[in-house]
């Protein structure tokens, strides 16, 4: 396999040059600022939770993964994009799993597993509907999934993160839009997925801090100012 080939998935995109994308490119500065905002949650609220410091660093590489892909667009960058995204949506229904529905680690690895396997099922079914966008359907129906059960086992998270499922719908909208709106919006609508997107990691993590063991025990360093 040539992971120097280019790759050509978006509307803005109209060459193979560094800047062919630059909306697209620029507006991956929303997943670092998210990044630094869930930083700072994190340390007012939860410091000494490492699971939830390892989440943010992880959207912080990706704004970084998603920059590379819409800026050199090859094969190599295109993994850059989607590793960290991977690795934040399967450790972050870990850590759900566990904080939030209260599953041992035997149960939550095994869900996690089983998730796993049922996003690979799953987005071949769904990609005549939505596309590439296909492969984040099993995380949108996951947060509502989880959502619905923390209604009765964790209710002060419940709600959020049916409000943040909401969001991921609607960013997931514009991700599928950008190349059948092409031709009328030649712009794309694929830098709204990035803004939406990177405030659903924020809530999603900000629902993470909430039910932290740091922040429920009053472990609240960063409260103090310091």
């Given at each position: 396999?040539?992971?120097?080939?280019?790759?050509?998935?978006?509307?803005?995109?109209l060459g193979p040059q560094?800047?062919?994308?630059?909306?697209?490119?620029?507006?991956?500065?929303?997943?670092?600022?998210?990044?630094?905002?869930?930083?700072?949650l994190w340390r007012r609220?939860?410091?000494?939770?490492?699971?939830?410091?390892?989440?943010?660093?992880?959207?912080?590489?990706?704004?970084?993964?998603?920059?590379?892909?819409?800026?050199?667009?090859?094969?190599?960058?295109?993994?850059?994009?989607?590793?960290?995204?991977?690795?934040?949506?399967?450790?972050?229904?870990?850590?759900?799993?566990?904080?939030?529905?209260?599953?041992?680690?035997?149960?939550?690895?095994?869900?996690?597993?089983?998730?796993?396997?049922?996003?690979?099922?799953?987005?071949?079914?769904?990609?005549?509907?939505?596309?590439?966008?296909?492969?984040?359907?099993?995380?949108?129906?996951?947060?509502?999934?989880?959502?619905?059960?923390?209604?009765?086992?964790?209710?002060?998270?419940?709600?959020?993160?049916?409000?943040?499922?909401?969001?991921?719908?609607?960013?997931?909208?514009?991700?599928?839009?950008?190349?059948?709106?092409?031709?009328?919006?030649?712009?794309?609508?694929?830098?709204?997925?990035?803004?939406?997107?990177?405030?659903?990691?924020?809530?999603?993590?900000?629902?993470?801090?909430?039910?932290?063991?740091?922040?429920?025990?009053?472990?609240?360093?960063?409260?103090?100012?310091?």
């Amino acid at each position: 396999m040539d992971w120097s080939a280019p790759i050509d998935a978006y509307c803005e995109r109209l060459g193979p040059q560094f800047w062919a994308e630059p909306v697209n490119a620029a507006t991956n500065g929303a997943f670092l600022i998210a990044a630094l905002a869930a930083w700072m949650l994190w340390r007012r609220q939860a410091r000494g939770d490492a699971a939830v410091l390892f989440l943010v660093g992880v959207v912080a590489c990706v704004g970084i993964g998603s920059f590379l892909f819409h800026t050199v667009a090859t094969r190599w960058a295109a993994l850059a994009d989607v590793v960290p995204i991977a690795v934040f949506i399967y450790s972050y229904f870990l850590l759900a799993m566990r904080r939030i529905l209260r599953l041992g680690w035997g149960w939550s690895i095994g869900a996690t597993l089983a998730f796993l396997a049922a996003s690979y099922g799953v987005a071949p079914m769904l990609s005549g509907v939505l596309g590439s966008s296909a492969g984040y359907a099993p995380a949108a129906l996951a947060i509502f999934g989880v959502a619905a059960v923390a209604a009765r086992r964790c209710p002060p998270a419940s709600a959020p993160l049916a409000l943040t499922g909401a969001v991921f719908v609607i960013s997931l909208a514009f991700r599928t839009s950008d190349i059948p709106f092409c031709p009328s919006f030649p712009l794309g609508t694929h830098f709204v997925w990035h803004c939406l997107n990177a405030l659903v990691l924020y809530l999603l993590i900000r629902v993470l801090v909430l039910v932290s063991p740091a922040a429920r025990s009053g472990n609240l360093t960063g409260a103090t100012g310091t």
